[in-house]
């Protein structure tokens, strides 16, 4: 039978409790969603209902702009007409010019003028006004009148450019049909009357109020007046909603970009005497409408996002009271289970605080350091050693440190490996030390043995190979002999005796230089360790490279990082550095190319890296080269590489082997400082 713990109780509350938030979540949200959708459509169709009402206040007002334009010229019609009646009530033959002039300064007028039938002038002069003689068009009128009086006046305008005077000529024809009396009288009284009722006037008029964007009329020929500039526009046969608008028997709208904005346009069919059939347009802006729109958005959302907090805050304030229990109880069991293995642990764990006074401390650190209670004591007090003073801790600017010591305690030569880690407060303040002691004393001491196992297995490895390179060797020096003693004669034959004394002085020499090595490698000589300057070491062995390099024209670049110091035996470190100038060397093949020596500091650790531009070692082999009598060229001994892992090894160092960014090989040695 299973049952669920309390962090099963735990992970199943936390899952419920994300749901509720997220189905929370999508019902606010999708809420505010059709709220601001709503909102748009119905701010947008209010906005249709008063651009409706703007355009139909527009139409009526084109309608009664042409019918007071209509009923002004009969006013002016009117008042010219009274005049002449006024003139034809007595004999018309009779008047003079004086009694004319008299007439038209009487009633404000340029001049006032009787013609004949003939075209020609009967009786009138000028009294005012910028002519000076009446114009041939004007004659031109009189003789059409008189030939076709069917309409028995004409009014005519001569305007020029404004503010230019403007002239009225109204030409009326007698009863008899043999006179006609002409008028002529300023008209820019009346040009500016009937600018204002003119339609054009009353959309820019209109186009000025806030939100238009313009107001047009356009007709199947074309834009016949606009409230402004209105670029290249489509005719109404090419743009679909404008044809079906001129058939529709209401206003119609759209969404429409004028000038690179989006505008609502409304049209509606228009008609009038004066204007070919066409259609109003009316363009309204859309900015306020969707600054608006854009703030009940934010609003709705503030809103939204504050009763979701709101809910949430609820939410997880209800369920915070439920985990509470829930959670005092799970730490008063995770807290005895801790203890237990914090206790039972083999690594000692200690907490220091930034005063130096032992705050925690299990049962393993007070057996390490052989101390029966330390938890509130000075930890220089309790732990009297100098390598691990709490200052020296203290003091370190690293983060995390580990180091491992070698200390006598209560008579016992222990190895441990100490790891340091800052403590930080709330504000990220030093607050103190974690120390975490490992006992490796047996560790080392099993490293140790393993590693003279290994040596000795080597040994016999390599003493196989020794005896295999002596035979050839002497089986050489035995035949040589041999043949002196028994087919050559001191004084005959002096060349070829030459070639075989000295083959047996190359072989000796080769045997004693194996044998050399052989003992390099398996004695355990005594070192003597000084204090090296690694820079001046390096320094001199690659002066002692550099004849052999320039012979072979080799590159050879080093770099050594100031004030690098160790402790080792000088001869046994310049070998090493020798047997790999000699490994590059012998990988370049004599035709050139680049040996790079960069010597760093790393932490507590010296880094040696030499590189080489040569052929490189396969990975597979990379494991084996430090193996004694392993060799990949073919007048190799095996010995080299080996002598300089022991050497390396005996300091307490490692090398491995990297591809090299020169294009051959990279070794790099590590070495304790």
């Known amino acids: 039978m299973q049952r669920l713990t309390g962090s ?6 936390q899952r419920f409790t994300a749901a509720i938030v997220i189905v929370l979540a999508l019902a606010v949200f999708s809420l505010t ?40 010229d009969y006013l002016v019609h009117q008042r010219y007409a009274e005049i002449v009646v006024g003139l034809t009530e007595p004999d018309l033959q009779s008047l003079t010019d004086q009694q004319l002039a008299q007439i038209a300064q009487a009633h404000d007028l340029y001049g006032v003028f009787v013609v004949s039938a003939d075209s020609s002038l009967v009786a009138g002069s000028i009294v005012g006004g910028p002519k000076v003689a009446l114009p041939d068009f004007v004659y031109e009128e009189v003789r059409q009148l008189i030939a076709d009086p069917e309409e028995n006046y004409i009014l005519l305008l001569e305007e020029g450019d404004r503010p230019g005077p403007a002239i009225h000529y109204y030409l ?161 069991r995770i807290k005895s289970v801790t203890d237990k293995i914090f206790d039972e642990m083999r690594t000692g764990v200690a907490a220091v605080d930034s005063a130096g006074t032992i705050t925690l401390a299990n049962d393993a650190f007070t057996r390490i350091f052989g101390v029966e209670s330390c938890v509130g004591r000075r930890w220089d007090e309790a732990i009297a050693t100098a390598d691990l003073a709490f200052q020296q801790m203290a003091a370190t600017k690293e983060a995390s440190t580990e180091t491992e010591l070698t200390l006598d305690i209560r008579g016992a030569t222990k190895t441990l490996l100490v790891a340091t880690s800052r403590l930080h407060d709330e504000a990220d303040k030093a607050g103190g030390i974690i120390v975490v002691v490992y006992d490796i004393t047996r560790l080392k001491e099993f490293e140790r043995k393993s590693a003279r196992r290994e040596r000795l297995s080597e040994m016999g490895n390599l003493a196989a190979g020794v005896a295999h390179e002596i035979r050839n060797p002497l089986n050489t020096i035995s035949i040589a002999a041999q043949r002196l ?152 001994t095996g010995l080299g590489l080996a002598t300089v892992h022991k050497i390396i090894s005996d300091l307490g160092g490692d090398i491995r082997v990297e591809d090299s960014d020169l294009g051959g090989v990279r070794f790099v040695i590590t070495i304790p400082r």
């Open 485 to 636: 003693s028994s087919e050559f004669v001191t004084g005959r034959d002096s060349e070829e005796y030459l070639s075989i004394t000295n083959q047996i002085k190359s072989e000796t020499k080769r045997l004693n230089e194996i044998i050399s090595k052989f003992l390099t490698l398996a004695r355990e000589e005594k070192k003597r360790f000084t204090t090296i300057d690694l820079a001046d070491l390096m320094t001199k062995t690659v002066e002692f490279f550099k004849p052999e390099s320039e012979k072979l024209k080799l590159h050879l670049s080093m770099e050594v990082q100031p004030g690098l110091v160790l402790e080792a035996d000088p001869a046994s470190l310049k070998q090493v550095f020798i047997n790999l100038f000699n490994n590059a060397k012998e990988a370049l093949g004599g035709q050139g190319g680049e040996i790079s020596i960069v010597a760093q500091a790393h932490g507590d650790t010296i880094e040696i890296a030499f590189s080489d531009s040569g052929h490189g070692v396969k990975k597979e082999l990379r494991e084996k080269i430090f193996t004694p009598y392993f060799t990949t060229k073919e007048a190799g």
């Open 8 to 13: 099963s109780w735990v992970r199943l509350d």
């Open 33 to 72: 969603w059709v709220g601001i959708r709503q909102s748009r459509s119905d701010s947008f169709k209010l906005l249709v209902l008063q651009g409706r009402a703007f355009t139909e206040a527009l139409a009526q007002a084109a309608e009664n702009a042409i019918v007071s334009e209509t009923f002004y």
């Open 172 to 332: 009326e024809i007698t009863n008899r049909l043999d006179r006609v009396v002409l008028i002529m009288t300023d008209a820019l009284y009346y040009l500016d009357a009937l600018e204002q009722t003119q339609i054009g006037y009353l959309a820019q008029k209109m186009a000025r109020e806030q939100g238009v964007v313009y107001i047009m009329y356009q007709s199947t020929e074309g834009i016949v007046f606009s409230s402004r500039t209105t670029g290249r526009l489509l005719a109404i046969e090419s743009d679909p909603f404008l044809t079906e608008a001129l058939e529709a028997d209401s206003i119609m709208h759209r969404l429409y970009e004028f000038q690179d904005k989006n505008v609502l346009e409304l049209v509606r069919p228009f008609a009038t005497t004066k204007y070919p059939f066409g259609l109003l347009r009316v363009g309204l802006s859309l900015e306020g409408f969707y600054s608006v729109s854009k703030g009940f958005d934010r609003q709705m959302m503030a809103i939204a996002g504050a009763l979701f907090v709101l809910a949430v805050v609820a939410l997880l304030y209800l369920n915070s009271r439920q985990k509470r229990k829930e959670i005092a109880r799970q730490y008063t």
